[in-house]
């Protein structure tokens, strides 16, 4: 079962792929995601990665919380599933 991580305080130059390559270092990464903005396309600042097991996604967030990538500290936290939203009356 995979976990799927907040990362947060991205550089606007991180990558998906950036992300990938960083936490594939840890494990099996099965997604990394950085979010963008619809009008502009510049990134928010925060994507969510998905780790293929448990134990990696929790040591991922144990080794890169804090870690520097691009001049930024990284914020690493285990995501929170929204439940879907009620479309506007």
């Known amino acids: 079962m995979s976990t799927k991580l907040f990362v947060g305080n991205l550089a606007y130059a991180v990558t998906s792929e950036d992300l990938r390559a960083l936490f594939s270092q840890i494990g099996a990464c099965e997604e990394a995601s950085v979010v963008l903005d619809r009008d ?3 990134s ?3 994507a969510f990665v998905r780790m293929a097991n448990p134990d ?3 040591r991922a967030q144990k080794e890169l ?3 520097d990538l691009k001049g ?3 914020r690493v936290d ?3 599933d929204q439940s879907p939203r009620r479309p506007p009356r």
């Open 65 to 67: 919380d804090g870690t």
């Open 78 to 80: 285990k995501a929170n």
């Open 40 to 42: 502009s396309g510049q």
């Open 56 to 58: 990696d996604a929790e």
């Open 72 to 74: 930024r500290k990284l």
């Open 44 to 46: 928010r600042g925060f």
